[in-house]
C-alpha cells in the first residue's frame, strides 16, 4: 500500500480541493452576511481533520484498478498523476461524510466530536449566557447545523453531476450515490428507532442497521466509484466490491462499537461508557440481550447519570456473558467472507485490487480508533 | 394564462411525476424496513396538495418563451406537450420546496401546516404515550423529518443531473439550483437568527432576508429555469427574468407577512397571531420597531402566552403606527420595480413573457392565502 510515510499525491490533490472549496464558499458566503461566512469558515474547519479513510480507500483501488495500474502494488504512490475526476469523487465522498456527521449530531444532540467541540458546539457556546439565551444560542446552533448539513449535500451531488467521464459512468456513480445516500438514511432511520424503542430490538435488525448506517457510504461507495473510473466496473467486479465493501464495513462498525464498550477512551475518542448512557443498540448489547446476565445489565442500559464505577461493572458483565468475544466471532464471520469473496475467482478483480482490500482488512484488523 | 377551468397537460404531468417518484420510492424502502416505507409514503401524502406555484409558473414561463410559441397567451394550454425535461425539472423544484418545509418545519418546531398536521406532527403523535415516551417519540418524528428533507433534497439533485438536455444547459439550470440553494439556506439563516436576536434586526436585514428565503426558490428558479429549457436565456432575458423574480418574490413574502398578521386565519391556514407569539422578525416587525408605538408592542413580541385579546390590541396598533400601510408601500414598491423591469425592451422578453409575469403579478395582488 506503500511506505507509511508517503503522501501520496491523490490524497494531496484531495485536500486541496476540499480546501478550494471551503475557500470558494467562505468568501461568496460573507458577502451575504457574516453569520453564513462564518458557518462556512467554521465547518471548513472542522472538515480539515480526520482520518479521510474514504478518500484513501477510493484512491488505493483506483491505484490497483487503473488501465495502467502495475502490478506491485509498492508502486502505487509512483504512478501516473491521479485524474482530476478521482480526486473531485474523492472529495465529494468526504463532504459526503461529513454532511452526515452534522446532521447525526443533531441526532444524537451531541456538541464534542473525538473530544472537541463540534460545529454545534462552537455555535452553542458564548460567554455570558444565560439559561434562556442558551436555550436560544442550541436552537441556533443545531439548525445551523442541519442547514449546513443540507450546504455540503447539495455540493456533493454537484460534484458527482459535473464530474468529467463519460455520460454512463456518471450516470454509473450518480446511481451509487443515491444508493449509498438511501442506505445511509434508513440505517440512521433504524440507530435512532432502535435507541428509542420505535424499531424492535431484534439482532438481525441491530446488524442491519450497523451495516447500512456505515458500511455503504464508508466502504462500498468508495470502491465501486473507484472501478468506475478506472472502467473497470464489469458486472461481476461490481458486484465482488459491493460485497466486500458490505462484509468490511460492518466489520468496521462492529469493532467500533466494541471499542466504544470496551475500547480506551484516550484511543476511540469518544466518552467512556456514552454508549451505555444514551442506550445505544449495538451488537453487543443484542448479543447481551440473549444471556441470562440481561437483567442485572438492563437497569444501566440508557442510564444517562450513570457512575464510572457503575460503568466499569458492566463492561465486566458484558464481557463474562459472552456478548464482547460473540460480537469477535461476528467480526471474524465478516473477515472470512471477506476472504472468500476476493478468493472467488469469478470476481474478475484483479490481484492489486485483492491485495489492497487483504491489506486494508489486516489495518483495520489491529485498530484501536 | 388559460381559462380557469384547464387542466394544462404540463401540470398533470408534473403531477404524475411526483406520484411516480413516491410509489417508487415507497416501494424500495418498504424492502428495507416498513418505517422506512412509512417515512417515504407519509410523506408523499403531504406532498399530493399544495397550491403548486412554482411548477405551475414553470410550465407557463416555458409556455411564453418556448420557441414554438403562439403570441397569443390564451393559447398555451393548446401547444405541444411539453417536453420531458421541463416536467422533470418543475416536479423537482416543487420537491425542493418540499425539502425546504420540511426542515423548514424542525427549525420552528411545528407539528402543523395549513391547519393540518405535518409529517413531524403525524409521526410524533402516539395514543398512550407517557410525557417520557412523547418526548422521545418527538425526537424520533423531528429526525425523520430532517432524513426525510435529506432525501428530497438529493432526488432534487439526481432529476437536475440527468435532465434530459444538452451539457451547456444542463450546466446552467446546475447553476441555477446551486444558486437558489445557497440563497435560500442563508435567508433562512437570518431568519432564525434575527428571531433568536443572534442577528440584529435592522430594516436592511430583514428585507434581505424576506427575499433569499423565499424569492429566488420560488420565483427565480422556475422562471430561469424555463428559459434555459426553452433556449431563450440570453444573458439579458436571464437578468430581466432573475430581477422580476427578485421583486415578484419579496413582494409575496411581504404580503405572506401582512395575512400572517392581519389577514383571516381561515383563509390563510396559519394561526392568527403566530408570528408575535413566536416573535418572528418580519417587515411589519421591523416597520413598527421605527415608530413611537414600538414600546407598546414590544412586550407582546415574542409572547408565547399572547391572548386573543392581547394579540387583537397589537394588531390595531401594528395598524395604527403605520407598520401596515407601510408594508403594503414596499409591496407597491417591488410591483412598480417589476413593471420597470419588464417595460425595458433591453430585457429580451417576449411580449408573451411579460404578459406572463403580468398576469401573475395581478394575480398575486388580490390574493388572501
Excluded at 13 to 41: C, M, N
Amino acid at each position: 500500500m506503500g511506505p507509511a510515510l508517503d503522501v501520496p499525491s491523490g490524497s494531496t490533490a484531495v485536500a486541496s480541493t476540499i480546501d478550494a472549496v471551503f475557500t470558494a464558499r467562505v468568501r461568496s458566503a460573507e458577502a451575504y452576511h457574516p453569520v453564513f461566512g462564518q458557518l462556512w469558515k467554521l465547518c471548513g474547519e472542522r472538515i480539515s481533520g480526520g482520518k479521510g479513510i474514504r478518500p484513501r480507500l477510493m484512491l488505493d483501488m483506483f491505484g490497483a484498478l487503473r488501465p495502467d495500474a502495475r502490478a506491485d502494488t509498492r508502486a502505487v504512490a509512483e504512478q501516473g498523476p491521479v485524474p482530476a475526476a478521482v480526486v473531485d469523487i474523492a472529495a465529494a465522498i468526504e463532504l459526503l461524510h461529513a454532511s452526515f456527521l452534522l446532521h447525526d449530531d443533531v441526532f444524537d444532540g451531541d456538541l464534542t466530536r473525538r473530544g472537541s467541540p463540534n460545529l454545534i458546539g462552537l455555535l452553542a457556546t458564548h460567554p455570558g449566557d444565560t439559561e434562556t439565551t442558551a436555550a436560544q444560542r442550541l436552537h441556533w446552533a443545531r439548525s445551523c447545523g442541519i442547514l449546513m448539513g443540507d450546504l455540503l449535500l447539495a455540493e456533493v451531488h454537484q460534484i458527482f453531476a459535473r464530474v468529467d467521464v463519460e455520460p454512463a459512468a456518471r450516470t454509473a456513480l450518480l446511481d451509487l450515490l443515491a444508493h449509498a445516500i438511501t442506505e445511509s438514511v434508513v440505517g440512521e432511520q433504524l440507530d435512532i428507532g432502535l435507541e428509542d424503542g420505535t424499531v424492535v430490538a431484534d439482532t438481525a435488525t441491530v446488524l442491519e442497521m450497523c451495516r447500512l448506517k456505515t458500511a455503504t457510504y464508508t466502504f462500498e461507495l468508495p470502491l465501486r466509484a473507484a472501478a468506475i473510473l478506472a472502467g473497470a466496473d464489469s458486472a461481476a467486479a461490481d458486484a465482488a466490491l459491493a460485497a466486500a465493501g458490505a462484509h468490511l464495513g460492518l466489520a468496521f462498525q462492529l469493532q467500533d462499537d466494541l471499542l466504544s464498550t470496551f475500547g480506551d477512551p484516550a484511543e476511540h475518542g469518544k466518552d467512556a461508557f456514552s454508549d451505555l448512557r444514551e442506550g445505544k443498540e449495538t451488537a453487543v448489547i443484542a448479543a447481551a440481550r440473549m444471556t441470562s446476565a440481561w437483567p442485572e445489565i438492563e437497569p444501566a442500559f440508557g442510564d444517562c447519570e450513570l457512575t464510572v464505577t457503575e460503568g466499569e461493572r458492566v463492561q465486566r458483565l458484558l464481557r463474562e456473558c459472552g456478548a464482547e468475544s460473540f460480537v469477535h466471532g461476528l467480526i471474524d464471520d465478516q473477515m472470512r467472507a471477506l476472504h472468500e469473496t476476493l478468493a472467488d475467482p469469478a470476481s474478475e478483480l484483479p490481484d492489486a485490487a485483492r491485495q489492497t482490500l487483504v491489506s486494508l482488512a489486516a489495518r483495520l484488523d489491529g485498530r484501536r480508533s
